[in-house]
């Protein structure tokens, strides 16, 4: 286990961020209407309201269930999201259709989910009426992994910066969020990296770019880590969040940090291994914050080097496609530039005596 005195630079980064945003962002009002079949509207609302709860309750749930016959639209115009549940087997009514259409006037973000049966193959595209929606079918309600694929749709149409928000307080979608959190922080962290790595590559500028790095690349983490406690029901206390978790993240910190460093003081080894590492050092944190917030598991040094591993291999792909990416960018660029200096010399020539 780590001791208190080997996390001195993640402590003290983390104390020093300004965490009243993202508790903001983690506390902001939710609003999700489920229309439609009241067994299927049911039905969704307990899987959203049912996962890991390990803080408690954080407050009252943002679902409310509505009849398609009862409900008047223009109430609706202020929430953040509608989630029409219908049954496929169930006839819809001239008046439920008429408000479908009344929904869909109001252009919010909508998930359509047609429970109990799978759609015919030639079902062709939604209905005007709900263009604009996210459907999902589901055929068999049992399947293990209708719960994912629901937290997923409803999360590809509530807008972002509710997602935080939206976790906290649905545990149905804290999984597929702090998966969300976790690859998109290690992306960051890798592009960071690619992005400094050419002058770091010079000697003389190699040692502060590496230590400037790893102060960066620390304070991505440590966001991520209090993310990851929010969304998991956590009370928002960071000071209380440091004492609970930096000795279980410690052994990822550490990890990262060592290896990060002495990558940034090696230039031979170029820009793909430092970018692997960036993404993932980050990732084997967040991945040992997850497993203590959701289940209050810590992970031992045999999974945490098991972890690292899988961590790095996907490092090198996301290394890979990143430093492939800036190579095409980089020669759509050159390609620019031969064009315009080409014309700019064909131009003298024609203006020659």
């Not at 009252?60 to 009849?67: E, F, G, K, R």
């Not at 945490?304 to 980089?330: H, K, N, P, T, V």
Request: with cysteine; net charge positive; aromatic share 6%.
């Amino acid at each position: 286990m780590a001791q208190w005195n080997d996390l001195s630079v993640a402590f003290n980064t983390l104390r020093e961020i300004d965490v009243a945003a993202i508790r903001a962002e983690a506390e902001r009002p939710l609003a999700i209407v489920c229309v439609g079949s009241p067994r299927v509207c049911q039905t969704i609302a307990t899987r959203l309201e049912s996962g890991p709860q390990r803080y408690g309750v954080t407050g009252p749930s943002p679902i409310q269930l509505a009849s398609l016959t009862t409900i008047i639209p223009d109430e609706l115009r202020g929430v953040d999201l509608i989630v029409l549940g219908l049954d496929r087997n169930t006839r819809l009514s001239a008046r439920e259709l008429a408000t479908i259409d009344r929904l869909a006037a109001l252009a919010l973000p909508t998930v359509v989910v047609v429970w109990g049966t799978a759609l015919p193959a030639d079902a062709g595209p939604l209905h005007p009426r709900v263009a604009h929606a996210r459907l999902l079918v589901v055929p068999d309600p049992d399947a293990p992994d209708v719960n994912a694929q629901l937290a997923e749709a409803v999360l590809d149409r509530l807008p972002g910066e509710l997602h935080l928000a939206a976790a906290r307080r649905l545990p149905g979608l804290r999984a597929a969020v702090a998966r969300q959190l976790i690859n998109s922080v290690s992306f960051t962290n890798a592009t960071y990296v690619l992005a400094t790595a050419l002058p770091s590559q010079i000697p003389i500028f190699n040692v502060p770019f590496a230590a400037a790095d790893i102060l960066v690349l620390t304070k991505n983490q440590a966001i991520l880590v209090y993310r990851l406690s929010l969304a998991y029901g956590a009370p928002p206390d960071i000071r209380e969040r440091l004492r609970e978790v930096l000795p279980v993240i410690g052994g990822a910190f550490i990890w990262r940090q060592l290896a990060r460093a002495l990558v940034g003081l090696i230039p031979i080894w170029g820009v793909a291994p430092k970018v692997a590492i960036a993404y993932a050092g980050t990732y084997t944190t967040g991945m040992a914050a997850w497993r203590w917030f959701a289940e209050g598991e810590i992970v031992d040094q045999a999974r945490l080097q098991e972890l690292g591993r899988e961590a790095l291999a996907l490092g090198r792909a996301r290394a890979a496609e990143l430093i492939a990416a800036a190579q095409a960018r980089s020669a759509q660029q050159m390609s620019r530039w031969q064009r315009f200096w080409q014309g700019v010399q064909a131009k003298f020539r024609r203006t020659r005596p």
